[in-house]
């Protein structure tokens, strides 16, 4: 019997001319550095520490093959060999530590924030202000030549291969799917002539870099939009893909303007891998499966079952650089798991910030002095107030650094506000995150007491060095009249406590919390969430799972209707969730549409009686006939203790909530915990 933890996914992979340690790639990921000053170097870093992680084969983010393709004007390109040069140092790193890396080459096509971008067609994207033109024939014969050059210039700089993107609704996904390539000469028309662009690219860049370089196609195996590429188009596509020479076809799932979630919370683990292994049946290269695979053993399992042949993990590689390693020696506990929750990463991606992650803040910042777990020059006795996301980090990141940490949580659980989030369908990775702290304050000695309300006094008489206040937040009451009227919950007595509640329900506060609080509402306990059933997903989104309608779209989502009558009201005009991150609250908006869940903006709240809620809308009076009244309008520190204990003379700091109530979120806090650590 194997002492292997994970037999199938930590086994070797013989492509031929190399052997890979085992079977996980880290993903392609832009995270922001790549055009930074001096961010190559910091890039160099960010994938060096996951190749001494363990991490088979790294993709690098996406370089541009021409000024027409870049990403947006400026972005990181690889034209010349000069260019070549300054990549090289990437490809350095990851060798020095034992581990392989490719470069991704992309041309965005229509996606390209860009004036100059050029597609197959004149076709505007939705999520884009800039109209493309449609190539000549000659800039596309020029566009295949720009694909291998780059292979080679990639070859040239010390990297192992290439990952040619062909997928997420980029320039080549683009020329494959109808809807973007209308063209009527040789490059377009009939599915033989569009599929003879990325052929070409694969076959030239083959023929550039010698038979001794890894060629990985990334291949869009689900458009998840009308008129994408048909289920035979994109096996017939992997297997010319095989025959012009690539090494590996990896996965892509769904464009950029589709609007069903793929890489979200709420998208269940693995839930794509069903189209993965189509294009697994039908070739002889190995297949990498993608999306929502974030724990070793969902990886093993795809692995064991034979729907591909590696996984290709990105954001989970953002949460723990050392998942492999970690996972090859039974640490599993140990590993800090991807949640899915975008907010550190594609959320800043995608509003020009350098991506890091939520539950690991040194991600992304593993050269700057304040993200160094160093051990602390003068050991100290810290006492930690509260055990939510803010004070277990910084009780766990003190502890790394030596000092000896006391943990005080009144509750009979460690987690504070992930313990509300875990509860709502499609949240349920946040109980990852809390496992994981459980390991660490373990692995780190720190002495926790659950149930327990420490005073002044004690922590006087501890003899603490330093007291850290991560006591988090409280509701926030808004001034209605009636707001004491015992049909007035807060999400705090739902998700918290579990108090009952009726049929008829509306919620005041249309933010994260009260979107939170609705699905939690609208879901029916007796049906299976949507985050861990894929098929129940597949329906609620109108993913076609037998693939039989085109780009994989049914015709007809079938939702789960709305367990309760739920009204969302709001006192601004603007869209529901509209402080929420971009990558996300669209499919957060979508979900409660299509569950038949009202929303009522612009709203001033009159008063709460036994009838329900009154309201003025529009200078008209407006009455909800509802059971209950869900207060979900933000919270306010809870400082009590901090008040208490600034006479006492012990050294404090707030932290987390407790900080500050405005705009909470996790991120924020997470990252106050770890960075206070470092500096005690």
């Given at each position: 019997?194997?002492?292997?933890?994970?037999?199938?996914?930590?086994?070797?992979?013989?492509?031929?001319?190399?052997?890979?340690?085992?079977?996980?790639?880290?993903?392609?990921?832009?995270?922001?550095?790549?055009?930074?000053?001096?961010?190559?170097?910091?890039?160099?870093?960010?994938?060096?520490?996951?190749?001494?992680?363990?991490?088979?084969?790294?993709?690098?983010?996406?370089?541009?093959?021409?000024?027409?393709?870049?990403?947006?004007?400026?972005?990181?390109?690889?034209?010349?060999?000069?260019?070549?040069?300054?990549?090289?140092?990437?490809?350095?790193?990851?060798?020095?530590?034992?581990?392989?890396?490719?470069?991704?080459?992309?041309?965005?096509?229509?996606?390209?924030?860009?004036?100059?971008?050029?597609?197959?067609?004149?076709?505007?994207?939705?999520?884009?202000?800039?109209?493309?033109?449609?190539?000549?024939?000659?800039?596309?014969?020029?566009?295949?030549?720009?694909?291998?050059?780059?292979?080679?210039?990639?070859?040239?700089?010390?990297?192992?291969?290439?990952?040619?993107?062909?997928?997420?609704?980029?320039?080549?996904?683009?020329?494959?799917?109808?809807?973007?390539?209308?063209?009527?000469?040789?490059?377009?028309?009939?599915?033989?002539?569009?599929?003879?662009?990325?052929?070409?690219?694969?076959?030239?860049?083959?023929?550039?870099?010698?038979?001794?370089?890894?060629?990985?196609?990334?291949?869009?195996?689900?458009?998840?939009?009308?008129?994408?590429?048909?289920?035979?188009?994109?096996?017939?596509?992997?297997?010319?893909?095989?025959?012009?020479?690539?090494?590996?076809?990896?996965?892509?799932?769904?464009?950029?303007?589709?609007?069903?979630?793929?890489?979200?919370?709420?998208?269940?683990?693995?839930?794509?891998?069903?189209?993965?292994?189509?294009?697994?049946?039908?070739?002889?290269?190995?297949?990498?499966?993608?999306?929502?695979?974030?724990?070793?053993?969902?990886?093993?399992?795809?692995?064991?079952?034979?729907?591909?042949?590696?996984?290709?993990?990105?954001?989970?590689?953002?949460?723990?650089?050392?998942?492999?390693?970690?996972?090859?020696?039974?640490?599993?506990?140990?590993?800090?798991?991807?949640?899915?929750?975008?907010?550190?990463?594609?959320?800043?991606?995608?509003?020009?910030?350098?991506?890091?992650?939520?539950?690991?803040?040194?991600?992304?910042?593993?050269?700057?002095?304040?993200?160094?777990?160093?051990?602390?020059?003068?050991?100290?006795?810290?006492?930690?107030?509260?055990?939510?996301?803010?004070?277990?980090?910084?009780?766990?990141?003190?502890?790394?650094?030596?000092?000896?940490?006391?943990?005080?949580?009144?509750?009979?659980?460690?987690?504070?506000?992930?313990?509300?989030?875990?509860?709502?369908?499609?949240k349920e990775e946040y109980a990852e995150t809390i496992r994981y702290f459980a390991s660490q304050l373990a692995r780190y000695q720190v002495k926790l007491y659950l149930n327990k309300s420490v005073t002044v006094d004690e922590l006087v008489q501890g003899g603490y060095d330093h007291v850290i206040i991560a006591s988090g937040v409280v509701p926030r009451m808004p001034e209605i009249h009636g707001i004491d009227h015992p049909m007035v919950l807060t999400y705090q007595d739902i998700l918290g406590a579990g108090k009952p509640v009726g049929n008829r329900v509306a919620i005041i506060g249309g933010g994260g919390i009260g979107i939170d609080t609705a699905e939690f509402l609208a879901h029916d306990p007796a049906t299976p969430s949507t985050g861990l059933d894929i098929d129940a997903f597949c329906a609620e989104w109108g993913i076609d799972r037998q693939f039989e309608a085109r780009g994989g779209v049914a015709h007809h989502p079938q939702p789960h209707p709305s367990f309760r009558q739920i009204s969302i009201v709001q006192r601004s005009n603007k869209k529901l969730g509209d402080n929420l991150g971009k990558t996300t609250v669209w499919a957060h908006r979508r979900a409660l549409e299509i569950r038949g869940i009202d929303v009522i903006s612009g709203a001033e709240y009159v008063a709460i009686d036994d009838s329900g809620l009154h309201l003025m809308v529009g200078n008209k009076p407006?009455?909800?006939?509802?059971?209950?009244?869900?207060?979900?309008?933000?919270?306010?520190?809870?400082?009590?203790?901090?008040?208490?204990?600034?006479?006492?003379?012990?050294?404090?700091?707030?932290?987390?909530?407790?900080?500050?109530?405005?705009?909470?979120?996790?991120?924020?806090?997470?990252?106050?915990?770890?960075?206070?650590?470092?500096?005690?």
């Amino acid at each position: 019997m194997s002492t292997t933890p994970y037999p199938n996914l930590l086994a070797p992979l013989d492509l031929g001319f190399v052997t890979l340690p085992n079977r996980v790639i880290m993903g392609s990921m832009h995270i922001g550095l790549e055009e930074a000053p001096k961010g190559l170097e910091r890039l160099a870093e960010f994938y060096a520490e996951r190749a001494r992680g363990g991490t088979a084969l790294i993709v690098t983010g996406g370089v541009g093959v021409s000024d027409t393709g870049a990403l947006a004007m400026g972005a990181r390109k690889i034209t010349t060999e000069a260019e070549a040069e300054a990549l090289s140092i990437l490809a350095k790193r990851v060798h020095e530590d034992g581990g392989r890396i490719l470069l991704q080459l992309i041309h965005a096509g229509r996606y390209a924030y860009n004036p100059k971008q050029a597609a197959p067609s004149a076709i505007q994207a939705p999520i884009n202000p800039f109209k493309p033109r449609a190539m000549s024939s000659d800039e596309v014969v020029q566009t295949i030549a720009d694909f291998a050059e780059a292979a080679r210039l990639a070859q040239l700089a010390g990297f192992d291969g290439v990952e040619i993107m062909g997928s997420e609704g980029y320039l080549i996904n683009q020329w494959m799917a109808v809807r973007t390539n209308q063209r009527e000469d040789d490059w377009g028309g009939s599915f033989e002539k569009r599929m003879r662009f990325p052929v070409e690219i694969v076959r030239q860049a083959r023929a550039k870099t010698g038979p001794n370089f890894i060629i990985m196609y990334r291949e869009s195996m689900l458009d998840l939009l009308a008129d994408g590429n048909s289920r035979d188009e994109v096996i017939r596509l992997g297997q010319a893909i095989e025959a012009a020479g690539a090494t590996l076809i990896n996965t892509g799932i769904g464009w950029h303007e589709a609007r069903i979630p793929t890489i979200a919370t709420r998208v269940p683990r693995a839930a794509f891998a069903w189209a993965t292994a189509l294009v697994k049946q039908a070739v002889h290269i190995p297949v990498v499966a993608s999306n929502r695979i974030n724990t070793p053993e969902v990886a093993e399992q795809l692995i064991a079952d034979g729907l591909c042949d590696m996984v290709s993990m990105a954001r989970p590689m953002l949460a723990d650089a050392d998942f492999v390693v970690k996972a090859a020696t039974h640490r599993r506990a140990e590993i800090n798991i991807c949640i899915a929750c975008n907010q550190a990463c594609l959320d800043h991606t995608f509003s020009g910030k350098a991506a890091s992650c939520l539950v690991n803040p040194r991600a992304g910042r593993e050269t700057e002095a304040a993200y160094q777990i160093t051990p602390a020059h003068q050991l100290k006795k810290i006492a930690v107030v509260g055990a939510g996301p803010a004070g277990l980090m910084a009780a766990v990141t003190a502890a790394q650094r030596g000092h000896q940490v006391s943990l005080y949580e009144t509750k009979s659980e460690i987690g504070g506000q992930f313990n509300l989030a875990k509860k709502v369908p499609g949240k349920e990775e946040y109980a990852e995150t809390i496992r994981y702290f459980a390991s660490q304050l373990a692995r780190y000695q720190v002495k926790l007491y659950l149930n327990k309300s420490v005073t002044v006094d004690e922590l006087v008489q501890g003899g603490y060095d330093h007291v850290i206040i991560a006591s988090g937040v409280v509701p926030r009451m808004p001034e209605i009249h009636g707001i004491d009227h015992p049909m007035v919950l807060t999400y705090q007595d739902i998700l918290g406590a579990g108090k009952p509640v009726g049929n008829r329900v509306a919620i005041i506060g249309g933010g994260g919390i009260g979107i939170d609080t609705a699905e939690f509402l609208a879901h029916d306990p007796a049906t299976p969430s949507t985050g861990l059933d894929i098929d129940a997903f597949c329906a609620e989104w109108g993913i076609d799972r037998q693939f039989e309608a085109r780009g994989g779209v049914a015709h007809h989502p079938q939702p789960h209707p709305s367990f309760r009558q739920i009204s969302i009201v709001q006192r601004s005009n603007k869209k529901l969730g509209d402080n929420l991150g971009k990558t996300t609250v669209w499919a957060h908006r979508r979900a409660l549409e299509i569950r038949g869940i009202d929303v009522i903006s612009g709203a001033e709240y009159v008063a709460i009686d036994d009838s329900g809620l009154h309201l003025m809308v529009g200078n008209k009076p407006q009455h909800l006939a509802v059971d209950n009244v869900v207060i979900c309008v933000g919270q306010e520190p809870h400082r009590d203790l901090y008040h208490k204990i600034q006479s006492s003379g012990l050294k404090v700091d707030l932290i987390g909530g407790a900080e500050s109530a405005t705009k909470l979120d996790a991120k924020r806090a997470i990252d106050q915990g770890f960075r206070l650590a470092t500096t005690l």
